[in-house]
Nanobody
Framework: QVQLVESGGGLVQPGGSLRLSCAAS????????MGWYRQAPGNERELVAS???????NYADSVKGRFTISRDNVKNEVYLQMNNVKPEDTTVYYC??????????????WGQGTLVTVSS
């Protein structure tokens, strides 16, 4: 079993900052990609940012220049630094990881989600 536990969501004012964290635990051999997705009610889940094990990153156009993804491969954690947040960033954020459980087997794992509310 592999688990992802998110933390750091909450209420933040427009223009403010928030940092999300996600920790992976359980039985796995390594972690490949780690990322953050978000899903507003009635919408499909969309990629916010992702990071490969080697550190290559990818961002949604809507968050480029405002959000930064980083990871600690020793702690098996991934973070999302959210700066200059906007009301349209309000939604549930999900952590996602592609883990290698061996042999020749990868699994996509999702966290339970953490709510971010941007409001004055």
């Amino acid at each position: 079993q592999v688990q992802l536990v998110e933390s750091g969501g909450g209420l933040v004012q427009p223009g403010g900052s928030l940092r999300l964290s996600c920790a992976a635990s359980g039985s796995f051999l390594s972690i490949n990609n780690m990322g953050w997705y978000r899903q507003a009610p009635g919408n499909e889940r969309e990629l916010v940012a992702s990071s490969t094990a080697g550190g290559s990153t990818n961002y949604a156009d809507s968050v480029k220049g405002r959000f930064t993804i980083s990871r600690d491969n020793v702690k098996n954690e991934v973070y999302l630094q959210m700066n200059n947040v906007k009301p349209e960033d309000t939604t549930v954020y999900y952590c996602n990881s592609r883990v290698y459980v061996g042999p020749y087997t990868y699994r996509q794992v999702w966290g339970q989600g953490t709510l971010v509310t941007v409001s004055s």
